[in-house]
């Protein structure tokens, strides 16, 4: 089974409010068993929310608050998800700090990428799950 991020399917769960529905995951995903996700509301962080970035061991927002225990909080979740549905591979989100895939922002706010992962990224890749991007399609 395939874990996709929320907002690729439309849900309005990104920080800004809004969703990011990818046409080429739908295309991907139909005929195929997928559950979605969004760990950050999962954590317990509202839509829309300031933006986030990981700094270090930290996830901060532009203003320096520590939004790191939601953030671990939904990953923690997504995992049973995880565990329960047996997934096996992982269609994220992009440049997220919990999805991101390869690159993510460098924790300036300045929207600027650098090599790395988002937290559920991490923890997925730890299992030995294959994850990608909407911008790999």
Same mark, same amino acid.
């Given at each position: 089974?395939?874990?996709?991020? %929320?907002?690729?399917?439309?849900?309005?769960?990104?920080? $800004?409010?809004?969703?990011?529905?990818?046409? =080429?995951?739908?295309?991907?995903?139909?005929?195929? %068993?997928? /559950?979605?996700?969004? +760990?950050?509301?999962?954590?317990?962080?509202? !839509?829309?929310?300031? +933006?986030?970035?990981?700094?270090?061991?930290? /996830?901060?927002?532009? &203003?320096? @608050? &520590?939004?790191?225990? %939601?953030?671990? !909080? #939904?990953?923690?979740? @997504?995992?049973?998800?995880?565990?329960?549905?047996?997934?096996?591979?992982?269609?994220?989100?992009?440049?997220?700090?919990?999805?991101?895939?390869? =690159?993510?922002?460098? #924790?300036?706010?300045?929207? !600027?990428?650098? &090599?790395? $992962?988002?937290?559920? @990224?991490? %923890?997925? =890749?730890?299992?030995?799950?294959?994850?990608? !991007?909407? $911008?790999?399609?």
């Amino acid at each position: 089974m395939i874990l996709v991020s %929320a907002c690729l399917l439309g849900e309005k769960c990104r920080f $800004d409010g809004q969703g990011k529905i990818s046409p =080429k995951v739908s295309q991907f995903l139909e005929g195929k %068993a997928y /559950v979605g996700v969004c +760990p950050e509301v999962a954590g317990g962080l509202g !839509t829309p929310r300031p +933006p986030a970035e990981i700094v270090g061991e930290r /996830v901060l927002r532009a &203003d320096g @608050t &520590d939004v790191t225990r %939601a953030f671990k !909080t #939904g990953v923690d979740l @997504t995992l049973k998800i995880v565990d329960e549905f047996q997934i096996d591979q992982a269609v994220l989100k992009a440049r997220s700090p919990s999805c991101g895939c390869g =690159k993510i922002y460098n #924790g300036e706010f300045s929207r !600027t990428l650098i &090599d790395g $992962d988002g937290l559920l @990224t991490q %923890a997925l =890749k730890a299992r030995q799950i294959n994850c990608q !991007t909407e $911008d790999e399609f």
